[in-house]
């Protein structure tokens, strides 16, 4: 009800103008998960070692931080948004060898249960317009929170840690996903590669955390 | 002390001070939320968690 309210308030162009974001964003993440698909594939059938793949992301995540805010708004945000998904998919390449060569169902069911996660997140935020901006504060404190205890954790290497940050991570991004799809609904996020990059973010974290957790849980011994 | 864990240390304390100024806008200028907004994000979130466990019963057999 309070919903439709909002939308009943607001200019039809305004709300043809969201429609069109939210479209252009849906194409475009598609669009760079099957290319980060592509070279995560590539970087498996290369057999590409770990330290390629830290370098690959470390190069895609400071492309994130410095070179797509500087391009999103023109037309080579295009080019650098397939970038930097490509590279971190290139990065998660050697785990996702890894858990195949162990058990390749682990990967299935973790693809799987990404796109259940985020098709069922997106479409109850979707249909439900609900405004999760209350959630900004929230969630970035959960992620440096989630970040401190993963650096901690390089150190000490405690694996129940380990997996209290994977399962936290997929929360996390859950939040993160409402929270995107809402800023998309509501007009606050209007630059469809820069929320295709947040999304494509929360689905990649969400994806690596899962196969964590059933890599570790889901194990017979 | 291998490279790998320097070089994902180093990847994480970028990404620490990336965020926290981010994090400390977010704080000061994110709206409250109220109970009924909290128990619109709790729902769906009950409902992750949810379907993890299942996921991990069926990975399990």
Redesign the interface.
């Known amino acids: 009800m309070l919903g439709q309210q909002s939308v009943a308030s607001r200019p039809v162009e305004s709300i043809l103008s969201t429609n069109k974001v939210i479209r252009s964003t849906y194409q475009l993440l598609s669009m760079t998960l099957l290319f980060s698909a592509f070279t995560a594939y590539l970087s498996i059938s290369m057999q590409a070692s770990?330290?390629m793949g830290?370098?690959a992301?470390?190069v895609g995540?400071v492309m994130l931080?410095f070179v797509l805010p500087r391009t999103a708004n023109s037309a080579s945000g295009i080019p650098v948004i397939f970038a930097i998904t490509g590279l971190l998919g290139f990065g998660i390449g050697p785990m996702v060898a890894f858990y195949l060569a162990v058990n390749p169902?682990?990967v299935m069911?973790?693809l799987g249960?990404t796109g259940?996660?985020f098709l069922?997140?997106s479409g109850?935020a979707l249909t439900?317009r609900?405004?999760?901006?209350?959630?900004?504060?929230?969630?970035?404190?959960g992620?440096?929170v989630i970040?401190?205890a993963?650096?901690l954790n390089?150190?000490m290497g405690i694996p129940a840690l380990s997996l209290t940050v994977s399962?936290a991570v997929?929360?996390i991004m859950?939040?993160f996903i409402?929270y995107q799809t809402s800023s998309l609904i509501h007009g606050g996020e209007t630059n469809y590669i820069m929320a295709t990059a947040s999304l494509f973010l929360s689905i990649l974290n969400i994806f690596t955390s899962?196969l964590h957790?059933?890599g570790a849980?889901?194990?017979?011994d | 002390m291998d490279w790998l864990k320097i070089g994902s240390a180093a990847l994480l304390i970028g990404m620490l001070i990336f965020i926290y100024p981010r994090m400390r806008h977010a704080m000061k200028h994110s709206p409250k939320g109220t109970t009924e907004d909290w128990k619109g994000f709790i729902v769906p979130l009950a409902a992750v968690i949810g379907f993890v466990i299942f996921l991990i019963m069926m990975v399990r057999g």
Do not use: E, N, P
């Open positions: 770990q330290g830290l370098v992301t470390i995540i931080w169902s682990i069911t973790a249960g259940v996660i069922g997140l109850y439900t609900k405004d999760f901006s209350f959630m900004g504060g929230f969630l970035m404190v992620m440096l970040i401190g993963s650096l390089i150190f399962a997929i929360m859950s939040g409402l899962l957790l059933l849980l889901g194990g017979d």
